[in-house]
């Protein structure tokens, strides 16, 4: 049987229970594994059509922003250049 890679699915860590004033208490295997620690600020995002939640920290999420941005120009380029080849494909096209 393949192994499947629970980094491509997910990993459930268990339960929590939403308590009165809207807290959470992540699993503390969930918290010790990804490495939240008291006052990490998480950011908080709906999924799965509003049926449940993504919790990712704050500074994971500027670490990817950081690298994208940091390949914004690399895209950019790459963008440019099929542009300019489609543009060059289509004129071919049109002498025909």
């Known amino acids: 049987m393949a192994q499947r890679n629970e980094h ?3 990993r459930c860590f268990g339960t ?7 807290q959470l208490v ?3 295997e969930a918290r010790k594994e990804l490495g939240i620690d008291a006052g990490n600020k998480m950011l908080v995002f709906g999924h799965m ?3 449940g939640l993504i919790l990712v920290k704050v500074e994971t999420a500027e670490e990817l922003l950081n690298v994208m941005s940091s ?7 790459i963008v ?4 300019l080849s489609n543009e060059g494909a289509q004129d ?3 002498q025909d």
């Open 26 to 28: 992540v699993p503390v």
């Open 8 to 10: 491509v699915i997910g």
């Open 71 to 77: 390949k914004l120009d690399e895209v950019a380029r």
């Open 49 to 51: 059509n509003g049926q």
């Open 92 to 94: 071919e096209g049109d």
């Open 16 to 22: 929590a229970v939403l308590g009165p004033r809207g």
């Open 80 to 83: 440019q250049e099929s542009k």
